[in-house]
């Protein structure tokens, strides 16, 4: 009788068991799921968010142009406006061509190089650097001499440049500066070159010859039109027969993984809005040389 009463008491147990045994297990492949789920969705994030510059995580791309430094006030002007055309973001990496080029072929992240010469571009695509059929000539530049708006001299030739009242000038570094290069070539075809050489103050590139004369550091600068044309003070041309023409050149990186934006930037820059400004900067387009 015992165990007749205990029977149903048994079974019920282990029917008790076995219910939660199943919800337990329900439990376990649904916390399975869940977990599965979010390792999946992780990866998605991880993988849109890997590169900073994706466009599949909703962020506007970004581009990088290393530039020539006297472009600089001609894409402070200019970025505004393409990516209020385009949606791209513009990020500038100024300094002198020859920097500049070192850097592309040491493997820096670059999509557009907008060099200060031809030769550099010239390098980079005997080394298969550069996107073929990519490359092409934006702009000429034009050399000048500056002085301050509150400086007192009077500087019309490159002869004035050795008068005593003049104690120093400012170049950008002729080593790998295309304007510094000119600045030179300049004053050798002028015969000034050996005489002026103590008065000379190399710039790491054409901007900081620029801003050199700009503090007072220097009493003369031979630097960019671009950079002063806007500045106030006083220019004058240097004579483009003393030295082998500025002509500046562009090209796309063949390691950029923004090719399309970058051609798009290029459009840009070439195209109307593009030229009217590089014009209104001093420079001389290629069908007007």
Request: aromatic share 6%.
């Amino acid at each position: 009788m015992i165990l007749e009463r205990m029977a149903p008491r048994a079974t019920r147990a282990r029917d008790d068991a076995g219910h939660v045994g199943l919800r337990l297990m329900l439990v376990l492949a649904l916390l399975g799921v869940l977990a599965t789920s979010f390792f999946v969705a992780s990866c998605g994030d991880t993988a849109a968010t890997d590169d900073p510059n994706s466009a599949t995580n909703g962020d506007p791309v970004e581009i990088v142009i290393s530039a020539a430094a006297d472009l600089s006030p001609v894409l402070e002007k200019l970025a505004p406006l393409f990516e209020q055309e385009s949606g791209v973001i513009l990020k500038t990496n100024l300094g002198s061509t020859g920097q500049l080029m070192e850097q592309i072929a040491a493997g820096a992240k670059v999509d557009v190089f907008l060099a200060a010469s031809t030769s550099a571009i010239d390098q980079l695509e005997e080394k298969d650097l550069l996107v073929p059929g990519s490359s092409r000539i934006y702009g000429r530049g034009r050399l000048v001499m500056w002085t301050r708006e509150e400086s007192p001299l009077s500087v019309r030739t490159l002869e004035d440049l050795v008068g005593s009242d003049v104690s120093r000038i400012s170049i950008a570094n002729p080593d790998h500066a295309p304007y510094g290069k000119a600045a030179r070539e300049a004053l050798e075809s002028a015969g000034l070159w050996d005489q002026l050489q103590s008065k000379i103050v190399p710039g790491e590139n054409v901007r900081q010859a620029f801003q050199f004369a700009d503090t007072g550091n220097v009493d003369v600068g031979l630097v960019a039109l671009s950079l002063v044309v806007k500045a106030g003070g006083t220019y004058a041309l240097v004579p483009q027969e003393l030295h082998k023409p500025i002509d500046q050149a562009l090209a796309i990186i063949a390691s950029s993984t923004h090719q399309s934006e970058a051609e798009q930037f290029v459009a840009f820059l070439t195209g109307d809005v593009g030229r009217e400004i590089l014009q209104e900067y001093g420079f001389v387009l290629p069908e007007e040389e």
